[in-house]
């Protein structure tokens, strides 16, 4: 396509565009419509797997070192474990301090003077350990047990797959609804452009008649959707992010929620931005392509 070209076609996109007023404004709002639900689907996934992510980092498993061996001897064994892949940290605790913590415990409950007259040497040294990717913490476990020194591990083996499958069926749906809504977004597009379409099926008659290629026909549709694409997209930016704001607040206020992390969106704005502007120009393009086809068959 020449300069020449390009530059008719879009020349003829933007007329077009102010020609149709009131259909380019329908086909805006249904790219803002249509960018918001997609986007708050993300936003919503986003954060839960950001939530999920802060709980994954929480879990942790606990190393026994063996009875009987002196501190010096388990602070050495922190070397090997951190050299275990997927090992993240390994958190030293010795006996007297372990048995601190299950006074603390219980310091307000009717069991408390139970550890009031226990020995100090009681408890065995540990580590706590944590690791960086939850799905492996199972081979984690057996690596660390595997450690000459540590006699027995404590796993929550249980919750960390619960974890895994919640993080992995939600972000399944997320992009299944999102893929979904991308396909219906098109399709509802390509029916608003085909009704502005529909006015002008004779001009393009004539110019299939005079011999116009059916890509030097289809280019100005293209430029059109494009920039109702984009203009949709800046609209739908700025207003996602007034109800994200207002979503933030509410979770805020309501300290039920507090477990959710939500992300600000000032981290995601530069993503969001680029996805919301690529997603508006494919769906502007597309529905223009759609939409045309049918009045190319003179």
């Known amino acids: 396509m020449s300069q020449y070209n390009m530059g008719y076609h879009l020349k003829e996109g933007f007329h077009s565009i102010f020609t149709h007023g009131l259909m380019s404004f329908a086909a805006v709002c249904m790219i803002v419509a249509c960018l918001i639900i997609m986007g708050s689907f993300s936003l919503v996934a986003v954060s839960l797997d950001n939530t999920l992510g802060d709980l994954e980092a929480q879990n942790e498993f606990t190393a026994y070192v063996e009875e009987g061996m002196d501190e010096a001897g388990a602070r050495a064994l922190e070397s090997q474990i951190l050299q275990i892949p997927n090992v993240a ?15 603390e415990r219980y310091v307000d409950s009717e069991n408390a003077v139970l550890f009031e007259d226990l020995p100090e040497d009681l408890l065995q040294h540990r580590f706590r350990i944590r690791v960086v990717d939850i799905e492996q913490l199972a081979q984690t476990v057996e690596a660390v047990e595997a450690v000459d020194g540590i006699s027995d591990t404590q796993a929550a083996l249980d919750v960390a797959r619960g974890f895994v499958t919640v993080r992995n069926v939600a972000g399944a749906v997320a992009w299944i609804l999102i893929l979904l809504l991308l396909i219906i977004s098109l399709f509802i597009i390509a029916n608003t452009i085909k009704l502005a379409t529909f006015h002008r099926r004779e001009e393009i008659a004539i110019m299939k008649m005079c011999g116009a290629t059916n890509w030097f026909v289809r280019w100005p549709f293209i430029f059109e959707g494009m920039i109702l694409g984009f203009l949709g997209a800046v609209v739908a930016f700025f207003l996602q992010w007034g109800i994200y704001s207002l979503m933030v607040t509410a979770i805020t206020e309501y300290g039920g929620l507090q477990l959710i992390a939500i992300v600000p969106f000032q981290t ?10 690529a997603a508006g120009l494919l769906i502007g393009a597309g529905g223009s392509l759609l939409a045309i086809r049918k009045f190319l068959q003179v």
Not at 268 to 277: E, K, S, W
Request: no cysteine.
């Open 89 to 103: 940290s390994a958190t030293f605790v010795n006996g007297q301090q372990a048995l601190e913590d299950y006074r």
């Open 268 to 277: 995601l704005a530069p993503q969001v931005a680029v996805i919301f502007v």
